[in-house]
């Protein structure tokens, strides 16, 4: 807990799902937060929910436009920590139907973005610090027919991470892939159909269960906690991986 204490996290993508939780587990060790995203009312509705009596503050930018992103870091000045849990629902076209257009689209919001938080981030980062980046199960169990895209992109970042852990060493550099999570996200994927996919994959996972926020955060505190990992990627999928 002393680990975190008193330190300066950023959490890209703070205001719902992983991000959130996140946010919840590192305040509770006593960090001082800040929660970035797009939609300054998310923000502030989680900036309440969190509480944190004063140490949780919120910047509004859009992590697709750099210029939003530079101004953002600036104005956040020197932290400890970066997680970054920020995406937008994948393209899920099969190959012969991709429409290129929103492939470029998640691209630049997936893995674009995350190398222009690293960009700026790296300015005010503390030496010694950490930034752990979020990928997912995609890459390991991609969706049949239509993940191609997203498994490529998702499969990219630890292939980001170890070259990014070398270059700023001896800051870390960390990856966490969830598996399914009862996020927002879910329900702009399939809606009301959300609680039939949950139930069946729930009974071929090992856990028995789909994860809430608050069962992965602790990857990402582990990740920021961990002195002595870089480079890594960080499973946390109930098994999803094995089935």
Same mark, same amino acid.
């Given at each position: 807990?002393?680990?975190?204490?008193?330190?300066?996290?950023?959490v890209v993508g703070g205001s719902s799902g992983i991000g959130l939780g996140?946010?919840?587990?590192?305040l509770e060790r006593g960090a001082e937060l800040v929660i970035v995203g797009?939609?300054?009312?998310?923000?502030?509705?989680?900036?309440?929910?969190? =509480? =944190? %009596?004063?140490? *949780? &503050?919120?910047?509004?930018?859009?992590?697709?436009?750099?210029?939003?992103? &530079?101004?953002?870091?600036? +104005?956040?000045?020197?932290?400890? @920590?970066?997680?970054?849990?920020?995406?937008?629902?994948?393209?899920?076209?099969?190959? +012969?139907?991709?429409?290129?257009?929103? *492939?470029?689209? !998640?691209?630049? #919001?997936?893995?674009?973005?995350?190398?222009?938080?690293?960009? @700026?981030?790296v300015r005010t980062l503390k030496r010694g610090g950490s930034m752990t980046?979020? &990928?997912?199960? %995609?890459?390991?169990?991609?969706? *049949?027919?239509?993940?191609?895209?997203?498994?490529?992109?998702?499969?990219?970042?630890?292939? !980001?991470?170890?070259?990014?852990?070398?270059?700023?060493?001896? &800051?870390?550099? %960390?990856?966490?892939?969830?598996?399914? *999570? #009862?996020?927002?996200?879910?329900?702009?994927?399939?809606?009301?159909?959300?609680?039939?996919?949950?139930?069946?994959?729930?009974?071929?996972?090992?856990?028995?269960?789909?994860?809430?926020?608050?069962?992965?955060?602790?990857?990402?505190?582990?990740?920021?906690? %961990?002195?002595?990992?870089?480079?890594?990627?960080? @499973?946390? #999928? +109930?098994?999803?991986?094995?089935?």
């Amino acid at each position: 807990m002393a680990q975190l204490m008193g330190r300066k996290i950023v959490v890209v993508g703070g205001s719902s799902g992983i991000g959130l939780g996140v946010a919840a587990a590192a305040l509770e060790r006593g960090a001082e937060l800040v929660i970035v995203g797009r939609s300054q009312e998310k923000l502030l509705r989680a900036q309440r929910d969190l =509480g =944190g %009596n004063g140490r *949780v &503050s919120t910047v509004t930018a859009d992590m697709t436009r750099e210029g939003e992103i &530079s101004a953002a870091f600036a +104005g956040i000045g020197a932290f400890d @920590h970066l997680v970054s849990t920020a995406g937008n629902p994948p393209p899920g076209d099969p190959i +012969g139907e991709t429409n290129a257009d929103e *492939v470029r689209r !998640f691209i630049d #919001d997936k893995l674009v973005g995350a190398v222009l938080v690293a960009k @700026h981030a790296v300015r005010t980062l503390k030496r010694g610090g950490s930034m752990t980046f979020t &990928s997912g199960i %995609n890459k390991d169990r991609p969706p *049949v027919p239509g993940g191609a895209v997203v498994s490529a992109i998702a499969g990219s970042f630890s292939y !980001f991470a170890r070259a990014l852990a070398l270059e700023l060493a001896p &800051s870390r550099v %960390n990856i966490v892939s969830p598996g399914w *999570v #009862d996020t927002p996200m879910f329900d702009e994927l399939v809606g009301e159909a959300k609680a039939g996919y949950f139930e069946a994959m729930a009974a071929r996972l090992p856990i028995g269960r789909i994860a809430a926020p608050a069962d992965v955060a602790p990857a990402y505190i582990y990740a920021m906690e %961990n002195e002595f990992m870089t480079g890594e990627t960080i @499973h946390i #999928d +109930g098994g999803q991986r094995l089935i």
